[in-house]
């Protein structure tokens, strides 16, 4: 996967209007468009909380 942390947040910016810009003219229907935005941000949030409780609780070594 694409190392996302060093791509400049600029770029990322454009990149994430562009893929706006660009599912906003394929869905016509404004509440099928909705329902995809929310759905979009549900990801977002929980890849959010995946990767705070991550920092927080870094896996146990095990010892043998």
Excluded: H
């Excluded at 906003?24 to 404004?30: H, I, K, R």
Aim: aromatic letters at 4%; hydrophobic letters at 45%.
């Amino acid at each position: 996967m694409c190392d996302f942390k060093c791509i400049p947040g600029g770029q990322l910016a454009y990149i994430a209007s562009t893929v706006a810009i660009a599912i906003a003219e394929e869905v016509s229907d404004n509440d099928e468009l909705n329902v995809l935005a929310l759905f979009v941000t549900l990801v977002g949030d929980n890849l959010s909380l995946i990767s705070a409780q991550r920092a927080a609780c870094p896996p146990q070594k095990q010892e043998c």
